[in-house]
């Protein structure tokens, strides 16, 4: 069973720092393309950064509004994706999702809260 499993969100002051994990399980994580998406209240699911696999070059790519604050990341060894938040701003505050890019509506798990928050 294909799963994928967030972590590492919780309040944080504005100005403040975050490392995200996602736990991928029971599929071939180095091959794919992976997303960190995001879903604010009231507002549409976005996609805020993305990697591609190794095997084409691992190459990243940000919405404008993280660009710069954000680093995406992945250990294939580990089945983990990473997302590195600095500067955080209250706009950041949302549920965080992995998944593959494009995404697969199946895979969708829990997420995880960030809330930036003074």
């Known amino acids: 069973q294909v799963q994928l499993v967030e972590s590492g969100g919780e309040l944080v002051q504005p100005g403040g720092s975050l490392r995200l994990s996602c736990a991928a399980s029971?599929?071939?994580?180095?091959?794919?393309?992976m997303g960190w998406y995001r879903q604010a209240p009231g507002k549409q699911r976005e996609l805020v950064a993305t990697i591609t696999s190794d095997y084409s070059g691992g190459s990243t790519n940000y919405a404008d509004a993280v660009l710069g604050r954000f680093i995406i990341s992945r250990d294939n060894a580990k089945n983990t994706l990473y997302l590195q938040m600095s500067s955080l701003k209250p706009d950041d505050t949302a549920v965080y999702y992995c998944n593959t890019v494009p995404f697969i509506s199946t895979l969708w798990g829990q997420g995880t809260q960030v809330t930036v928050s003074s």
């Open positions: 029971g599929m071939i994580f180095s091959i794919r393309a």
